[in-house]
């Protein structure tokens, strides 16, 4: 691919907008009937292999975990993630929008985030009804 067609599917894809990359392994946390579809079949064409769940018994390059207000502790769900990374993996935490049902604050994000031990490096609009934080162990961060 040429740089401007790189450029073009990161503006059209948006798995590639988040930085998934070919051959990443992908292990999806709290998957329901709410997620956006169209999200997780980009992931699955950037990486060329289906997403892997919550029985996958091997470290992940990556997790994406689908977070609602109601799904427990949100520091407690990133801590269990944190053990599903190889190390410098991320944890892509969806939250739904503001207004949507489910939708976690901000600021518990970002304290379950610290309380995990866990660094907060990007904030998007992932899909119509989902924001995504990118999450990294500290030692991943400084790379």
Known sequence: MTATADQAEGRTNPAARLGFQPGQVVQ?????????????????????????????????????????EGDGDCTDALVDAIGLIEDGGAIWLFTPKSGRDGYVEPSEISEAA???????????????NWSAARMVTPRAARR
């Not at 169209?38 to 975990?65: C, M, N, S, W």
């Open 28 to 68: 999806e946390i709290g998957y329901d009937d709410d997620c956006d579809l169209e999200l997780r079949e980009a992931i699955e064409e950037i990486t060329g292999q289906d997403l892997v769940d919550e029985d996958y018994d091997d470290v992940a390059d990556a997790v994406l975990l689908w977070f609602r």
């Open 114 to 128: 610290q309380t995990a031990g866990l660094t907060q490096t990007k904030s998007v609009s992932a899909a119509a």
